[in-house]
């Protein structure tokens, strides 16, 4: 069960859900562990509504699967899974770097790349430390700012789902190795100055570089490492 809590803001639907997807990407819930309605409202001191409708909720993003009969539990993500993931998030990040370039003249944007490379410096060097619960956060975070700088939030909300799908597998086969920082990606400052000089080459370079990583990652997994 998730660490003990209490969630008591205004926005409890929200807030459970977001507390049930922090404790899937640390490993704390496990794929196929299974738990009610009531259970995850007792652990949160919350009424079992805002409960029901997070859960639902983390089921429509395919975190959770639904059994009537016996609540809900984790969902599994299989190796072919994550590699279509892999594809898709390809296709998508791809997709937003040849349409704008991520690059433009308005101080406000300067602004938003600003955010993104303080996201990419922490982000980078959590990988390099191996530091996964906080690469997890960070990259989240570099990885959806990247994204809305594309100027089509829903495009980036979409890229964020399947960031954390990717997250979400990853992790358990993450977890406890000891040479966890060969198996993280940390070339987010490299893309990211990529995009500052408008460099459109390089940013690509680098992308079909982490595409490569995580192709190589699944191939690793299929073969025991």
Same mark, same amino acid.
């Given at each position: 069960?998730?660490?003990? *809590? /209490?969630?008591?803001?205004? /926005?409890? #639907?929200?807030?459970?859900? !977001?507390?049930?997807?922090?404790?899937?990407?640390?490993? #704390? @819930?496990?794929?196929?562990?299974?738990? /009610? $309605?009531?259970?995850?409202?007792?652990?949160?001191?919350?009424?079992?509504?805002?409960?029901?409708?997070?859960?639902?909720? @983390?089921?429509?993003?395919?975190?959770? !699967?639904? !059994?009537?009969? #016996?609540?809900?539990?984790?969902?599994?993500?299989?190796?072919?899974?994550?590699?279509?993931m892999v594809e898709a998030r390809?296709?998508?990040?791809?997709?937003?770097?040849?349409?704008?370039?991520?690059?433009?003249?308005?101080?406000?944007? !300067?602004?938003?790349?600003?955010?993104?490379?303080?996201?990419?410096?922490?982000?980078? #060097?959590?990988?390099?430390? *191996?530091?996964?619960? $906080?690469?997890?956060?960070? +990259? @989240?975070?570099?990885?959806?700012?990247?994204?809305?700088?594309?100027?089509?939030?829903?495009?980036?909300?979409?890229?964020?789902?399947?960031? $954390?799908?990717? &997250?979400?597998?990853?992790?358990?086969h993450l977890r406890?190795? +000891? +040479?966890?920082?060969? &198996?993280?990606?940390?070339?987010?400052?490299?893309?990211?100055?990529? =995009?500052?000089?408008?460099?459109?080459?390089?940013?690509?370079? =680098?992308?079909?570089?982490?595409?490569?990583?995580?192709?190589? &990652?699944?191939?690793?997994?299929? *073969?025991?490492?």
């Amino acid at each position: 069960m998730p660490a003990s *809590g /209490t969630v008591t803001r205004s /926005t409890l #639907r929200q807030q459970v859900a !977001d507390a049930l997807r922090d404790e899937i990407l640390a490993g #704390r @819930l496990h794929p196929g562990q299974e738990f /009610t $309605v009531k259970q995850i409202a007792e652990q949160y001191g919350v009424s079992a509504t805002p409960v029901r409708e997070a859960l639902v909720d @983390l089921a429509a993003q395919e975190l959770l !699967d639904s !059994d009537h009969h #016996r609540g809900f539990r984790v969902h599994e993500f299989s190796l072919d899974d994550y590699r279509g993931m892999v594809e898709a998030r390809a296709m998508v990040v791809d997709g937003i770097f040849h349409k704008t370039g991520l690059n433009g003249t308005d101080p406000a944007h !300067d602004t938003a790349l600003a955010s993104v490379r303080r996201r990419a410096e922490e982000s980078a #060097r959590a990988a390099r430390l *191996g530091d996964l619960a $906080v690469l997890i956060g960070y +990259d @989240l975070r570099f990885w959806r700012e990247l994204g809305v700088l594309g100027g089509n939030r829903y495009v980036a909300d979409f890229l964020h789902r399947l960031r $954390v799908q990717c &997250w979400v597998f990853a992790v358990p086969h993450l977890r406890g190795r +000891d +040479d966890l920082k060969d &198996w993280l990606w940390d070339g987010h400052e490299e893309l990211v100055d990529a =995009v500052a000089r408008g460099d459109a080459d390089a940013a690509q370079a =680098v992308l079909t570089a982490y595409h490569a990583h995580s192709r190589t &990652w699944a191939d690793r997994l299929e *073969g025991g490492h």
